[in-house]
T-cell receptor, first 110, second 114 residues
Framework: GEDVEQSLFLSVREGDSSVINCTYTDSSSTYLYWYKQEPGAGLQLLTYIFSNMDMKQDQRLTVLLNKKDKHLSLRIADTQTGDSAIYFC??????????FGAGTRLTVKP | DAGVTQSPTHLIKTRGQQVTLRCSPKSGHDTVSWYQQALGQGPQFIFQYYEEEERQRGNFPDRFSGHQFPNYSSELNVNALLLGDSALYLCASIPGQGRQETQYFGPGTRLLVL
């Protein structure tokens, strides 16, 4: 397909793990990203993974990349209420532009 | 170290008017990209500026134009505004040597066209 696809909504309980999934469009994408956007704010870069990697871990965040299926996931361990936000998956080719998904709205219930 | 800054934060215009949005990149960053984020959608790439020239452009009409200054700051101009131009306009800056893996976004300018 031509679009980066994400589920629109995810709801979890505080303390549980959250897994946000993304299917990207181009197997030649060089970098895959996860951005966080809180209400009324810009995009905050959470993490990125180079296309020759399968996994990247950064504190509570784990990114998994399946190049064969063009599938990217973001796992947030011990999810907190402050993690409630919209999470965007994006791909780039190391040149100039980035292609974003429509975002997954994560709601964390106490 | 200041991050990416954008001005103004909010703007209201009417159809047919023109608007100029401004962006200052992070210190040490020489490349600026502009994105349009419509409500409920992800950002869409408008164009990128490097060395004061437009390097790449997304699928936006010529009503959208830009400029980069010698200090690497940038402007986005939109002419003949349409209702559909209402969106959050995001600026992103990229470090020197084209290190695309670290692209940082500003807080955005929210434009409302009435």
């Amino acid at each position: 397909g031509e679009d980066v696809e994400q589920s629109l909504f995810l709801s979890v309980r505080e303390g549980d793990s959250s897994v946000i999934n993304c299917t990207y469009t181009d197997s030649s994408s060089t970098y895959l990203y996860w951005y966080k956007q809180e209400p009324g704010a810009g995009l905050q870069l959470l993490t990125y993974i180079f296309s020759n990697m399968d996994m990247k871990q950064d504190q509570r965040l784990t990114v998994l990349l399946n190049k064969k299926d063009k599938h990217l996931s973001l796992r947030i361990a011990d999810t907190q209420t402050g993690d409630s936000a919209i999470y965007f998956c994006a791909e780039s080719w190391g040149n100039n532009d980035m292609r974003f998904g429509a975002g997954t709205r994560l709601t964390v219930k106490p | 170290d200041a991050g990416v800054t954008q001005s103004p934060t909010h703007l209201i215009k009417t159809r047919g008017q023109q608007v100029t949005l401004r962006c200052s990149p992070k210190s040490g960053h020489d490349t600026v990209s502009w994105y349009q984020q419509a409500l409920g959608q992800g950002p869409q790439f408008i164009f990128q500026y490097y060395e004061e020239e437009e390097r790449q452009r997304g699928n936006f009409p010529d009503r959208f134009s830009g400029h980069q200054f010698p200090n690497y700051s940038s402007e986005l101009n939109v002419n003949a505004l349409l209702l559909g131009d209402s969106a959050l306009y995001l600026c992103a800056s990229i470090p020197g040597q084209g290190r695309q893996e670290t692209q940082y976004f500003g807080p955005g300018t929210r434009l409302l066209v009435l």
